[in-house]
């Protein structure tokens, strides 16, 4: 039995921030890469951050570099990613993922949550 939950999403103008968060629970969750996706209608989807199970690497996407900060409480089972200065081109369905992976923090991701939508205003 596994789960992850998304929250935080929302309607924001651009500039402003929102907190987004993923609750999980799964086997030996703290064993487990975590990975916040997006992807907007029409789109790829796209990998915005993975993070290691102990918190002490995470790799970003280009576009989110220096706007957007993934952590994780993993006594609370939680990873957020913090969403500074907002972009129209943000705007998408974020959903976080699970898997085990490699030094480099890649998939597979074995576990999705449902998703939270996200929506920049001009």
């Known amino acids: 039995q596994v789960r992850l939950a998304e929250s935080g999403g929302g309607l924001v103008q651009a500039g402003r921030s929102l907190n987004l968060s993923c609750v999980a629970s799964v086997l030996m969750y703290s064993t487990y890469t975590i990975a916040w996706f997006r992807q907007a209608p029409g789109k790829e989807r796209e990998r915005v951050t993975s993070i290691s199970w102990n918190g002490e690497r995470a790799i970003y996407a280009e576009s989110v570099k220096g706007r957007f900060t993934v952590s994780r409480d993993n006594a609370k089972k939680t990873v957020y990613l913090q969403m500074n200065s907002l972009k129209p081109e943000d705007t998408a369905t974020y959903y976080c993922?699970?898997?085990?992976?490699?030094?480099?923090?890649?998939?597979?991701?074995?576990?999705w949550g449902p998703g939270t939508q996200v929506t920049v205003s001009s």
């Open positions: 993922a699970a898997g085990r992976t490699n030094y480099d923090l890649e998939g597979p991701f074995t576990y």
